[in-house]
């Protein structure tokens, strides 16, 4: 009896300590590439991660991991803010801000590049949490290939407007899910979702010559994302050609964003 009640206990503190464990402190590093880092004046280290080794101009998913000093990781609201310094003057670019995952312990969000770093400016990520901020120094390479994934275009209603390419990433022969974010500039640091606009695209293969049939143009999904399917019949360069309209009258068109694989 006396045996068995020991082994009961023992089995309860067990299950206690594995309960009341901290898993907040057991933090994995994340099979992804990290882009930056920094430790702020009370020693939060702040990570910044992506799919890819480098940022590219056009849409880029980001990830956060906030360690604080004491251990654990922190999973507070936070904001990020891109800025461009371009010496004379400075710009931001649309950002979604980031949601914390509660698997993954990251901070989950996406910041639009609109342009390459270089001679012409440089790009930082302000993250700011809980009246805290840290200064994230990254940088924006071109795509390869001649890659082109963002475009900015003034529309007839004198709006500008941003259109990213967020799929398809890895573009396959065939039928793809092609989504598309677009933002609208309020001003130098301010590009909110455009959620009231009509967006049509036509696939062309310049190369060749031809387009391609059995595509799907996009519906709104909320935030500014637009999802429709797009069809590749062949490997090589694509160009999509983009129209925007809104209230059934056309705003925007002249737009094209290209693909090659």
């Known amino acids: 009896m006396k045996n068995h009640l020991l082994h009961c206990l023992a089995l309860l503190i067990f299950l206690f300590s594995s309960c009341s464990k901290d898993d907040n402190s057991d933090f ?3 099979q992804k590439e990290q882009i930056a880092s920094t430790t702020t004046a009370d020693e939060t280290k702040v990570i910044l991660w992506s799919d890819q080794p480098k940022l590219q101009v056009g849409y880029n998913p980001v990830y956060l991991s906030m360690e604080k000093a ?3 990781y922190m999973e507070s609201a936070v904001h990020i803010h891109s800025l461009m310094d371009m010496h004379s003057m400075s710009h931001s670019s649309p950002v979604e801000q980031p949601v914390h995952n509660k698997d993954s312990r990251l901070h989950e969000g996406a910041v639009v590049l609109t342009m390459p770093s270089g001679e012409m400016g440089n790009w930082t990520l302000e993250v700011a949490w809980d009246s805290q901020t840290a200064v ?3 940088e924006a390479i071109s795509p390869p290939n001649n890659v082109k994934t963002v475009q900015t275009v003034v529309g007839k209603d004198d709006i500008r407007y941003t259109v990213s390419l967020v799929q398809p990433q890895h573009p396959k022969v065939g039928l793809n899910d092609v989504e598309f974010l677009i933002n609208y500039r309020v001003d130098a640091t301010s590009f909110p979702p455009a959620e009231n606009l ?3 695209f036509e696939p062309e293969m310049p190369s060749m010559g031809h387009g391609s049939p059995n595509n799907m143009q996009p519906q ?3 935030k500014g994302h637009y999802s429709g399917k797009i069809n590749f019949t062949m490997t090589g360069d694509w160009r999509i ?3 925007l309209s809104k209230n059934g009258a056309l705003v ?3 737009i094209y964003l290209d693909l090659q694989f």
Do not use: E, F, Q, Y
């Open 198 to 200: 009509t967006l049509s």
């Open 252 to 254: 925007a068109d002249g």
């Open 70 to 72: 004491s251990g654990g």
């Open 28 to 30: 994995l590093i994340p």
């Open 241 to 243: 050609h983009v129209k």
């Open 220 to 222: 709104h999904i909320g």
């Open 136 to 138: 994230l120094n990254i």
